[in-house]
């Protein structure tokens, strides 16, 4: 899918600057002191003027003066400056200032770096990056910047963010936007005021929001977007230009309809392909028979690159050539589904997504420019099928967690809307853990841990698998397993096809010293490989709703033979805890020379209000405790 999709548009996250002043400017000792309380960084002047001169022709200038408090705040002091076709960089300025304000430094134009935009996977883009960084580490000290942007299209409205992260405060930030009085400017404030001052001179409408001494907010566990925690204004035009297409976002349907009309027509295979198809399908006797076979030869035979350069970004190439070259990107993949798919008698839509593990939330009420990806969606009569175009490794109808549980919008002739993709309930994501451990008096493990993953809880696995070969996949057991010291001596996984995808994983460990052994007494964990360790503090006023993301149920067995004429001296409490967020329960159990644990926890997807979170921190802090109970075994 196109860049702009997946960044929200270059001013969230450049760092521009001011015109030479005379000195002192902005000390240090100038900032109050509400705003250097938790900060990292305070922002002393974010101001962001947005003229829009007509459909094809936005202006941006942001000056912008932060303060780096310390060495946590130095990401605030970049500048990174996204440009391709639609965008030039027509000015940069910057400045270093010194704790007392005096100029230490004026930014050089021969500084600045000018690299690509995209990673090796991409085979045709004109996405670039402006950076600068002055790499002073003198705290604190303050660096200003002021850039203007010219952009061709008014499809990229930026959100506008002055109080750029967590732990990061804002002394003042203004923006506004001036736009011809028949353009119809959508927003929406966010933490901040929800509707502008508005100012109308001549033929032109001014729309201005100012905010001022915002304290730092902490980065709270469990929260959702950054939008929805500090102050944001969201910017969308009605109707937009790009590259000579003109289309609306007024709502879902009308954009939707845009990415119809311009990807129409461009889903018609060559005879060849077509033949390919029959040859392919016309034996099978199901819709989902006939999805699969042509799922299966798309993965085998066509692989993702990305491709972005202009409009190309948003319009596909056609079905031919990419059954003549053999790639295409995103959305290009899911259209030559589509069209085999179509050839076959079977109807489907290309569906924009917002990617990525996390990012299940979009503005469903601000219809714009949220997505980043294209996937394809197979309406059946009872059920509909879900394809990952871009992989060669997935099952047809798995999505991952890189898309599943969100809203998209279905690109259709007349009825585009957005829909939900799968939601992978807490059946679908399991690991299914059953050891077989034995200590010695020295207190030396040897284990054999046989592991099913199933669903979400076996993608990254997969992807490693996938990906590095097996010397780096022992690479990583060696550094990742919950041992002190130990040495992985054999490993294998099995894949097993289905719906939900499997993977069998079967490790043999030696742990040196798992067990601390003390005079005639041991003290082993029995949780071997499943521990939850982290530690929760309890805010002591929350402000963020608690957000977890999927759900999912680990179910453990485990097994200890232990040394001979060794008897407990005290075994860890029966827990069993019940709450709204999970449950849990672990149990251990002495018989002959074995010790047994089970363990069984299980997860729920939700969100839930601020005021729930100290029970939540109640709950999984309960969780780590029963995680590293030991057990005493005394010699007899």
């Known amino acids: 899918m196109q860049k702009h999709f997946c960044i929200t548009w270059v001013l969230c996250c450049i760092f521009p600057c001011l015109l030479k002043a005379a000195n002192p400017f902005y000390p240090v000792k100038d900032i109050p ?31 912008y003066i932060v303060t780096i408090m310390n060495e946590g705040g130095a990401k605030e002091a970049g500048l990174y400056l996204h440009y391709d076709q639609f965008t030039s960089i027509r000015s940069v300025d910057g400045t270093l200032y010194d704790v007392d304000g005096n100029k230490v430094k004026s930014l050089k134009n021969s500084e600045i770096k000018d690299i690509s935009a995209v990673d090796d996977g991409s085979l045709m883009t004109d996405a670039r990056m402006k950076m600068h960084n002055f790499y002073y580490n003198v705290y604190p000290y303050t660096v200003e910047y002021k850039v203007e942007i010219s952009v061709a299209t008014t499809a990229f409205l930026p959100t506008w963010s002055p109080q750029s992260d967590y732990e990061c405060s804002l002394q003042e930030g203004k923006l506004s936007v001036d736009a011809p009085a028949d353009f119809n400017l959508r927003y929406k404030g966010a933490q901040c005021q929800e509707t502008p001052v508005i100012t109308k001179e001549k033929n032109r409408t001014v729309y201005t929001w100012q905010i001022s001494n915002q304290p730092a907010v902490k980065k709270e566990a469990f929260s959702g977007r950054i939008s929805q925690v500090l102050p944001t204004v969201f910017l969308g035009p009605a109707n ?3 590259s000579g297409y003109e289309g609306s976002m007024s709502d879902w349907n009308s954009f939707g309809t845009f990415f119809y009309k311009l990807n129409e027509n461009r889903d018609v295979l060559p005879d060849n392909t077509k033949a390919v198809v029959h040859k392919l399908v016309d034996g099978l006797s199901t819709d989902k028979e006939k999805i699969n076979a042509l799922y299966r030869y798309l993965q085998k035979n066509y692989r993702y690159i990305s491709l972005q350069f202009g409009i190309g970004g948003w319009q596909t190439f056609d079905a031919a050539s990419v059954a003549a070259k053999g790639y295409g990107d995103c959305k290009a993949l899911s259209n030559y589904m589509m069209a085999l798919l179509k050839e076959a008698g079977i109807k489907s839509n290309c569906v924009i997504i917002k990617a990525g593990e996390g990012e299940h939330r979009i503005r469903e009420d601000f219809p714009s420019s949220q997505f980043n990806h294209v996937i394809l969606c197979v309406p059946g009569a009872k059920d509909t099928t879900w394809l990952e175009c871009t992989s060669q490794t997935l099952p047809p109808g798995y999505l991952s967690s890189f ?33 077989e451990a034995t200590i010695d008096d020295k207190g030396d493990a040897v284990v054999n841990a046989v592991t099913l993953y199933t669903g979400i809880q076996q993608d990254d696995l997969h992807s490693r698998i996938h990906s590095l070969g097996n010397d780096k996949q022992l690479e990583h057991l060696r550094k990742y397993l919950d041992f002190s010291s130990y040495d992985v001596t054999k490993f294998n996984y099995s894949e097993i096809p289905g719906d ?3 993977i069998r994983e079967d490790l043999s460990i030696k742990a040196t010293s798992y067990a601390a052994v003390t005079g005639k007494r041991i003290f082993i964990t029995p949780n071997m490989m499943t521990k939850s360790l982290s530690r929760f503090y309890k805010a002591e006023a929350r402000k963020t709703p608690v957000y977890i993301d999927f759900s999912y149920v680990d179910t453990d067995t485990v097994h200890i033979s232990v040394p001979a004429g060794y008897k407990p001296e005290a075994l860890p409490p029966k827990v069993n805890l019940d709450t709204r967020f999970g449950r849990y329960s672990s149990q251990c159990t002495f018989e002959g020379n074995r010790l ?39 010699k007899e």
């Not at 250097?36 to 003027?49: C, F, G, M, P």
């Not at 299980?602 to 969780?623: F, K, M, R, W």
């Open 33 to 63: 002191a509400a705003l250097k309380e938790n900060a990292h960084a305070v922002i002393r002047l974010d101001e962001t003027n947005l003229t829009i001169r007509s459909l094809s022709d936005v202006r941006y200038v942001r000056h």
């Open 240 to 242: 937009f230009k790009i």
């Open 403 to 435: 898309t599943d549980n969100r809203l998209g919008l279905l690109v259709d002739e007349k009825n585009s809307k957005l829909v939900r993709t799968p939601v992978y309930d807490m059946n679908s994501n399991r690991q299914i853990r059953n050891i």
């Open 500 to 502: 939900i995808p499997s």
């Open 596 to 634: 047994t644990f089970i363990r069984k926890r299980e997860c729920y997807q939700g969100e839930y209000p601020p005021a729930a979170y100290p029970e939540l921190a109640d709950y999984y802090n309960a969780i780590t405790q029963a995680d590293k109970a030991k057990v005493v075994l005394v």
